[in-house]
């Protein structure tokens, strides 16, 4: 069979990129000098992006285009991290930067993006392509896509995209408005949503340590998993976000989007193909699958709390009301904890329980999947529960209390896996006690792993949507948090309910006891 | 270590790796009583691979060391380095493990390495002594970091030894493409860093030329300085010969007298590609750009090669194509 030429060496070379255009709206803000431009930078400098490659920045800022390469340039030596930056690779990737100064409210401004694109097209020879990046107020979203397509820049030759960043809405109406009106100019498939929780390089391991491995996946389930937590831990309080944060609250800015696609992650049955469709039909059945809650169950099973002034390590810590822009009397949660459970044949009964907040005790994002106990435990353990004898003898069967084995997924800072089970403790006489074997996928793999906007924007290059969410899974996931904002809504809480550099209010404690379970101190 | 011993038995070997583990573990738990020190620091063990490294007695050890440093961070792997020394008799060992730090982290990473000494006269006894002391589970590397050993008699039991062999063609007295090429139609999988050294170039080139029609390319250059042409400059020209069949690729030599090493590719009608160290300046019709062409030092080349643990069909076509050749002046 003769074989199609291609120059093409899959065994080593990068994934092949297609020239193309990205377009950023909002090029002047924080997002694009921090995340988007230092991933693009160090994507060119390990060349994965084709030849040509350009960016056209768009804010509202007069400047030229010298003035915003000179711009980028001083953001992108500030915040590279773990890469070199190289001045003469610089000059050259400055060349395909572009910037026009535009108010997205004005029409003309995507006349003049249209015959800028077209120059962009004919000198670099970008085919067309282009990726069109969202770095803006959510407001922003439906205004500038309509924008785009009544200047029918949507369609024409090459592929369109569009990236937005969450929020996806501010509840489920809003979502599936913005849904509506992001639909009307682009075809789905070309709807980028990013969760860049999504594009972290141990969440990515989440499904490969499951569907790469024969001896976890026939553990995965009901029988084994006694139950799962999930904790997203910042040590640090809103720092000065304070206005943001008092509309949006931690279970608008964590449990809707991130927490539930982490959570969809691991309870998410295996895909018949690691292809964007698959993957994510699997993510949605999930999340389709999450009970949602009435009214009289989140009482139950959901705590909200808010931090208040206090001490940690010596230094004063602003309370949250007591933040710039927030309202003295502000009912906007800092920390959410839940119990979801999920209505299918591999997970009834077992409780995931997911909590997050600012001002708790360390910066720790991890999954804990605790498993059933050993059904007749005969060895004493380390505390020396039982009634064995002095010489350390066992006692009847049963008599001991077995430490359960836990797996942890750990994210961030120190991303690995970790499993506790039981050894013997050395020397004479049966006692167990829980060793830890860890994985660190930071130092068993020296190797700088790429940031999560360098693994999204390549993605949405080359056209692979599998780290991204689909419309069905935003509003999913918002019909599992929606009755508990609507419920929340009508209650006034005694807020401030926990002390920074604490784990949060004494409630999310007792609602994991009522099962018999307690938190992990990560 | 057994200074001067005439005998090595792996058995000891694995026995003193042991006591290695053992006292890096008790260091540790001496270090967790400082102030300061984070609880859940500690030694991490970690084992992908055994890479089984041949080097000459005055290969640069600083160099060696960075080099299987530089694998140590995504092939964590049982390094034995075998020195092969011209003196006769001697066959010595010795263990040491390699630990880093990574950068952000409280936990240090450590490999371990055996290091044998081993006179041209007792190669016979290598495998006997390297086989017992690969890691068991995982796959095993033949590195020839070393000019000599292609000339060894018991050459085909050193590399029963690994499932895969990686040489670097452009050092001299290295196996030829000839060796290679026989090593490859029996089976084995095999390696060549001068070949590794072209991923980025190469890359590059089919970027260029991705889109475009290759039938329509006609004409090829390789551009080379000094005496004869590089290594990779004879597999870059079998490779664009076996991707691009209607076009005629040259090699052109143009400054004799200059380092040897490739210069320019001319892809008729518009690229042309100006290498230099570690980047590219390329011309393709309007676009005029620097590409950075990084990795390419011995570690990061293994570090690609190590990546590849499957016949590399690509590598392997281009190798039956590769022939004498004459230069064009």
Known sequence: ?522 | MTPGAQTVKPDQILHELSELWTSLSEQDKGSKHEPGKEEDSGVLRACAMTLIAFVDDDADSMALSDTIGRIMRSHPCRAIVVRLRQASGILESRVFAQCWMPAGHHRQICCEQVELSVSLNRVADIPSIVSPLAAPDVPRVVWFRSYGIASVPELGGIIALGDKMIVDSAHQGAPTFADLRVLANAGCIVGDLAWTRLSKLRQLIAQLLGGRDLSSVDNVSIEFSGTEAVPEAKYLQAWLRSEIQSATVDLRRVDPTGKARLKTIRIDPDIHIQVEENCAEYQSGSLRERANLPGCSEGDLLTEELNIMTHDRIFERVLQRMTAWTPRS
């Open chain 1, 1 to 522: 069979m003769s074989r199609e030429p291609s120059l093409q060496d899959p065994l080593r070379f990068n994934r092949k990129t297609p020239p193309c255009a990205v377009v950023i709206f909002g090029a002047n803000g924080d997002l694009t000098k921090r995340k988007l431009l230092p991933a693009l930078y160090r994507l060119a400098w390990e060349g994965r992006l084709a030849p040509g490659f350009a960016i056209v920045g768009i804010s509202r800022t007069a400047m030229s285009d010298d003035e915003f390469r000179e711009h980028m340039r001083e953001s992108v030596a500030k915040y590279l991290e773990d890469s070199p930056f190289d001045e003469d690779l610089w000059r050259s990737f400055a060349q395909g930067l572009f910037y026009m100064a535009g108010d997205v409210a004005d029409a003309n401004m995507y006349q003049r993006l249209a015959a800028c694109l077209a120059e962009v097209e004919k000198t670099r020879q970008t085919a067309g392509n282009t990726l069109f990046y969202l770095s803006t107020q959510p407001s922003q979203y439906a205004p500038i896509a309509e924008g785009i397509g009544a200047a029918n820049l949507a369609r024409g030759d090459g592929w369109r995209r569009i990236i937005i960043e969450k929020p996806f809405g501010r509840d489920l109406t809003s979502a599936r408005e913005l849904n509506r009106r992001l639909q009307k100019v682009f075809d789905e498939s070309g709807i980028y949503r990013i969760d860049h929780y999504l594009g972290k390089e141990t969440v990515q391991n989440i499904l490969a340590f499951r569907f790469g491995n024969g001896i976890f996946e026939p553990l995965w389930n009901r029988r084994y998993i006694d139950h799962v937590q999930i904790t997203a831990a910042e040590s640090i309080g809103v720092e000065g976000r304070g206005a943001y944060y008092q509309e949006a609250g931690a279970l608008r800015d964590m449990v809707q989007n991130h927490l539930l696609q982490v959570m969809a992650t691991v309870a998410m049955e295996p895909s018949a193909a690691f292809s964007a469709d698959a993957v994510r039909d699997e993510r949605a059945k999930l999340l389709r699958s999450i009970h949602v809650m009435k009214p009289e169950e989140i009482e139950a099973n959901t705590v909200s709390g808010q931090y208040g002034a206090g001490r940690v390590g010596g230094e004063q810590i602003t309370g949250f009301r007591q933040e710039k822009g927030v309202n003295p009397e502000s009912q906007a949660e800092t920390y959410v904890a839940a119990t979801f459970l999920v209505g299918n044949w591999r997970w009834a009964g077992v409780p995931f329980y997911i909590r997050t907040g600012k001002s708790l005790p360390k910066r720790v994002t991890e999954i804990a999947i605790h498993f059933r106990s050993a059904p007749l435990a005969v060895f004493r353990n380390e505390l020396g529960e039982g009634n064995a004898d002095a010489s350390g003898d066992a006692g009847a069967p049963g008599d001991y209390e077995a430490v359960p084995n836990l797996l942890i997924l750990r994210i961030q800072p120190e991303e690995g896996i970790s499993l506790k089970f039981n050894s013997k403790r050395p020397g004479a006489g049966m006692t167990l006690r829980p060793v830890s074997m860890d994985f660190n996928y930071g130092s068993s793999f020296g190797e700088r792993s790429p940031s999560a906007y360098e693994t999204l924007l390549l993605d949405a290059i080359v056209g692979d949507a599998t780290l991204y969410t689909r419309q069905d899974m935003v509003e999913a996931s918002w019909s599992v948090v929606q009755p508990i904002l609507d419920y929340w809504s009508t209650r006034k809480f005694a807020f401030p309910n926990y002390a920074p550099g604490t784990w949060g209010p004494a409630e999310a404690d007792e609602m994991l006891a009522r099962r018999g379970h307690s938190w992990r101190r990560p």
